[in-house]
């Protein structure tokens, strides 16, 4: 009953490290998302993947890539980090696109100096 | 930039009275979702409401959809410790099916 799955919980990078964040669901869920959360700003969406074998841009894109590898994993990953990407990263899934509740993971905050 | 809005963004109740948090989109929705994150946690799904003029009901906290589908809002009926958090409103856009997320409002709650 583990839900959404999220490694690591905490980071400290470095200015122009790269890392990769991990995402598991064992709920069977088509969709999957990358989110970052940021005082005063709510969840914005970097990248989702509404089915297996198909990645899109959300609003805030930049400095992020990602792979969806299975149904069940889709990974964040920051090529050079910039101190603008400390934030909370969540993951989320669903069962599809459309009127679906969105499950999410516990999240990874990460910080870079 | 950000597509749905919410107000206010904190809110400080009594333990025992009531509030309401409203959310507004600048376009029309397919539906609404709320969430609920407490302090240190992650958001978790409330509810969705998709058609016009909808209202549902959790115990002590009712939502409502708008007749245009473009605002929406979650009453919470006397207040209890256990309401401390944020409750984000997120509107799945007619145009592209996306989900836009409100900045939130922060509760809390003073005993």
């Known amino acids: 009953n583990a839900g959404v799955t999220q490694t690591p919980k905490f980071q400290v990078l470095k200015t122009g490290q790269s890392m990769t964040l991990q995402c598991a669901q064992d709920m069977n869920h088509n969709s999957m998302y990358w989110y970052r959360q940021d005082p005063g700003m709510g969840l914005r969406l970097i990248y989702y993947?509404?089915?297996?074998?198909?990645?899109d841009k959300g609003e805030v894109p930049n400095g992020y890539n990602v792979s969806r590898l299975n149904k069940r994993e889709f990974s964040l990953r920051l090529e050079s980090a910039a101190p603008s990407q400390t934030s909370v990263y969540f993951c989320?899934?669903?069962?599809?696109?459309?009127?679906?509740?969105?499950?999410f993971g516990s999240g990874t905050r990460l910080t870079v100096v | 930039g950000q597509q749905v809005m919410q107000i206010p963004q904190y809110q400080h109740v009594q333990e025992g009275e009531d509030f309401t948090t409203y959310c507004n989109s600048s376009t029309t929705l397919s539906n609404i979702q709320w969430y609920k994150q407490r302090p240190g946690g992650h958001p978790v799904f409330l509810i969705q409401l998709v058609k016009s003029g909808e209202v549902k009901k959790q115990k002590r906290l009712t939502f409502q959809f708008g007749e245009a589908k473009k605002n929406s809002s979650l009453h919470i009926t006397a207040t209890q410790t256990t309401d401390v958090g944020t409750y984000f409103c997120?509107?799945?856009?007619?145009?592209?099916?996306?989900?836009?997320f409100g900045a939130g409002t922060t509760v809390t709650v003073r005993a």
């Open positions: 993947s509404a089915s297996e074998g198909t990645t």
């Open positions: 997120a509107g799945l856009r007619s145009n592209d099916y996306k989900l836009s």
């Open positions: 989320a899934s669903s069962e599809g696109e459309e009127y679906y509740g969105y499950t």
